[in-house]
């Protein structure tokens, strides 16, 4: 194997590990915080700390071009308020004990965004990506049958960042700009939300708890480390291996949740996990295939 394969893996295997398990433990210590205030911290720490990004890598005049297309901006938007919500989604079910249907968004996800591409982007595809695809509906089918095994924080996640992966697709916009434009728009809406947190008295962010409130800024690191280890993981491996890695975070989701934390599985959860593992077995596959 090359090194800067090699690199490029364990590079976007340390963003995914992260995803899956440092992000979950760091939600866990604050999660005595509201998600909706996490998620404030979140988009306002996210846009601040990209701004110096931004500006070390003097990319600002590739910003002024983004926002003068008012086509891409109209799609920035909807695509930030899909990623607020996987946000807000994904940190609610961290701290009401629910890693499992977390994992199970996290799971389906990739395989939705393939089915999306081909339904909205016509992307290619061929028998194996139709099988995970129809093994996906299977599993999603077989949950709504019993209402109360439904793991809807789970569809939320897998839907939410599926359109948004679609949304990016189209417009092709770089990553770490357009994240900047989607966190930066939701950013005043975040502040209001804030000040009416504070208003009633139930914000953790001040001056008086230096320590929290210094933690809590760190929820805009942990949205932006690991996505740059994954992203400079997929440009020197290619995005077939960063795919496949990616896996890594439901993963971890997965075994934190029930292992360490001790989430319950209930039988039909666990026959749909099944029947989605097989549907991921093959998507790896015809990854591994085409690369």
């Not at 709504?144 to 809807?152: A, E, G, N, V």
């Not at 599926?162 to 994240?179: A, C, E, H």
């Not at 139930?202 to 809590?216: D, E, P, T, V």
């Amino acid at each position: 194997m090359k090194k800067k394969t090699l690199n490029g893996i364990l590079s976007s295997g340390f963003g995914s590990l992260w995803w899956g398990v440092i992000g979950v433990l760091y939600f866990k210590t604050v999660s005595h915080v509201t998600p909706l205030e996490l998620t404030v911290h979140r988009t306002v720490w996210t846009a601040f700390l990209l701004i110096f990004s931004i500006s070390i890598y003097k990319e600002w005049n590739k910003v002024f071009d983004i926002i003068k297309n008012g086509r891409i901006i109209f799609w920035l938007i909807l695509s930030g308020i899909l990623i607020v919500t996987n946000w807000y989604t994904w940190i609610y079910a961290v701290t009401v004990n629910k890693l499992l249907d977390a994992a199970f968004g996290y799971y389906i996800f990739p395989i939705l965004s393939v089915f999306f591409g081909i339904l909205f982007l016509k992307e290619s595809h061929n028998m194996m990506k139709l099988v995970a695809i129809a093994l996906v509906m299977i599993a999603v089918l077989y949950l709504l049958i019993d209402i109360k095994s439904t793991p809807w924080i789970g569809l939320i996640v897998a839907l939410t960042w599926s359109f948004y992966t679609l949304i990016r697709k189209k417009i092709n916009v770089p990553t770490d700009l357009g994240l900047f434009i989607e966190s930066a728009f939701a950013t005043p809406f975040a502040v209001i939300a804030f000040y009416f947190i504070a208003e009633t008295g139930n914000n953790y962010f001040s001056l008086s708890n230096i320590g929290l409130s210094f933690w809590l800024f760190l929820a805009g690191a942990n949205t932006l480390i690991p996505l740059w280890f994954y992203l400079y993981g997929s440009s020197l491996a290619g995005l077939g291996p960063a795919a496949m890695i990616f896996f890594l975070a439901p993963t971890g989701q997965f075994l934190l949740g029930f292992y360490y934390f001790g989430e319950e599985l209930d039988l039909n959860k666990l026959i749909s996990f099944i029947i989605i593992w097989i549907a991921v077995a093959i998507y790896l596959r015809d990854l591994a295939k085409d690369k």
